[in-house]
């Protein structure tokens, strides 16, 4: 017989108590190692309360299928009350990150064919192939400029300016000069407050917003510099480009970006189009950066995969004769290895649907409207889910063993990841000129582990020695 709701176990009976306790483990920062344990504590599902947010959560392929299959026409996940909260607090509309909805579908199927439809990487890779290039050449600067053949250093902020040109070239269809010496301050602003902004939305997700705002406390006040610094930075942008377009008569000959084309589409207002293209901005950066500083670390750490990757590379270049678009469909293993970083270094710690109907999951009722999540951290170190999970083994997204819900790090579904489709390429790309290019190395004996803000990042610097081959 199926078990209700009530008796799935955890702690769920006293939010306020588990606040206290995930206080304690200082859990604002370890997220990621509390889900874990409490898988061990619990089992495969457990019900949790902490503060005001309350769910079930769940961490087998198998039952995430259930969980999809449960979305309903309007996927809904966690609403980030700090996120929300700022754009009322500013009256600024919510973009796609934020609609629910028919206003979200609607907003998000328009967007779709713009952002994330495979024939608009055609157009995305020759800008990002630039930035590639452009990245290249500046470490072979700095490594020049070092006197040493090569160059140690903690690449973070180098990954940040790449990710943020990168995205803002297809955004607008032009360069914003983050890869030169001297770069615009307004620029490197806007980096930093992306950074706040993850970092002083974690405690919120546990205390009410609108109760910090009211004692004015320091988190929410750091939140909205934040935010405020980010939507400057989108706002002169777009401006720039509105502006453009319209003293420029007639159609572009070259493919003009995605800002360009959705006002020229004219189906958006305005307002839905800033909005969204702030969040594409903004969501742009620490994501790609942080998840390629993991790839390179992971293949610092196996000198032996690094060479095998750069044989890929190099027969794919051979193949393509320089293609790129042809070149991304010769590294599976490349891909692979974006794949496997994501699994053990996960920039979402889990994936998370208000169900629209009724569920059972491991033989217990979910009633329709509760929050589920599945525990993406967990799941890709689980031994049940993954042979060896400990192991870097980008060779095991190649065989035939099961990938059933296993690949989630984008998400799934009509309300994964609006950005998938460029992050990818601007990843690939990336991995590819620096496998051509350097050799990467790293001092023995030292492991990164994780910290929670919002995002998983590294809980250190990781210093890396590249070295021009
Ligand atoms: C949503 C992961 C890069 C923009 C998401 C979600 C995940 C995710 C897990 C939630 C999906 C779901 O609920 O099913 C990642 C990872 C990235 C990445 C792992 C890189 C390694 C980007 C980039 C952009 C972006 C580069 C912008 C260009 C967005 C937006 C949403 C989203 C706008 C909300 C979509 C919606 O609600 O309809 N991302 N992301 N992401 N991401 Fe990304
Ligand atoms: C964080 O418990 C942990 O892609 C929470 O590019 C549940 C949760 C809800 C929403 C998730 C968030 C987690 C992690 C960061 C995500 C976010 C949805 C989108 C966002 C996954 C798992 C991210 C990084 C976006 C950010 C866009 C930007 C404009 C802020």
Same mark, same amino acid.
């Given at each position: ?5 009530s ?23 370890n ?121 140690t ?9 790449y ?22 301050? *307004?620029?490197? +602003? ?32 750091? +939140? ?23 003293? *420029?008569? $007639? ?20 307002e ?23 790839t390179?670390?992971?293949?610092a ?20 004769? $320089? ?12 891909? $692979? ?7 053990? +270094? ?50 095991r ?32 790309i990336?991995?590819? +000129? ?12 030292? *492991? ?20 021009p081959?």
């Amino acid at each position: 017989v199926v078990r209700p709701f009530s008796e799935i176990p955890g702690l769920w009976k006293n939010g306020v108590a588990n606040l206290y306790n995930f206080w304690k483990l200082d859990g604002f920062r370890n997220l990621h190692r509390i889900m874990l344990q409490n898988f061990n504590t619990f089992g495969p599902i457990y019900r949790e309360k902490v503060g005001y947010y309350e769910s079930v959560n769940i961490i087998n392929p198998e039952d995430a299928a259930i969980l999809f299959k449960a979305e309903g026409h309007y996927p809904k996940r966690l609403r980030v009350e700090a996120w929300t909260s700022y754009r009322d607090y500013r009256n600024r509309k919510y973009g796609v990150l934020l609609k629910d909805g028919e206003d979200w579908r609607s907003n998000r199927v328009i967007l779709n064919k713009e952002v994330i439809s495979p024939k608009m990487l055609e157009n995305f890779v020759p800008l990002l192939d630039d930035v590639g290039q452009d990245f290249v050449a500046r470490v072979h600067k700095k490594i020049k400029r070092s006197g040493q053949k090569q160059w140690t250093t903690d690449l973070s902020q180098e990954l940040f300016k790449y990710a943020l040109e990168s995205v803002s070239s297809v955004l607008y269809g032009e360069r914003l000069g983050l890869m030169l010496d001297y770069i615009d301050p *307004e620029a490197q +602003h806007f980096i930093d407050c992306i950074t706040l902004m993850f970092k002083t939305t974690s405690p919120m997700l546990y205390i009410p917003p609108a109760l910090l705002r009211q004692i004015g406390a320091k988190v929410w006040r750091d +939140h909205v510099e934040a935010w405020d610094g980010i939507f400057s930075q989108a706002d002169r942008c777009i401006h720039n480009i509105y502006r453009k377009l319209r003293q *420029e008569a $007639g159609a572009p000959k070259k493919y003009p970006g995605v800002l360009a084309s959705l006002l020229m589409l004219d189906k958006l207002s305005i307002e839905d189009i800033k909005a969204s293209i702030t969040e594409l901005m903004a969501g742009g950066v620490d994501t790609t950066s942080i998840t390629l500083l993991w790839t390179l670390y992971e293949l610092a750490r196996h000198p032996n995969l690094q060479e095998e990757l750069r044989a890929e590379v190099a027969a794919a270049r051979a193949e393509s004769q $320089g293609d790129m678009l042809e070149m991304l469909k010769r590294i599976p293993l490349v891909k $692979g290895a974006l794949k496997e970083t994501l699994r053990l +270094h996960p920039v979402a710690v889990s994936l998370q649907r208000y169900i629209a109907e009724d569920i059972i999951i491991q033989n217990y009722h979910i009633p329709a409207g509760t929050l589920v999540q599945l525990g993406l951290y967990p799941m890709g170190r689980d031994p049940k889910v993954f042979f060896r999970p400990e192991q870097y083994q980008p060779s095991r997204w190649l065989r035939t063993e099961t990938h059933y819900f296993r690949s989630l790090g984008f998400g799934f579904g009509p309300r994964q990841c609006l950005g998938r489709r460029i992050a990818e390429a601007e990843m690939q790309i990336f991995l590819i +000129h620096m496998l051509e290019n350097f050799r990467v190395e790293k001092q023995r004996h030292v *492991e990164v582990q994780s910290t929670f803000e919002l995002i998983l990042l590294p809980e250190k610097p990781i210093i890396l020695t590249l070295k021009p081959l």
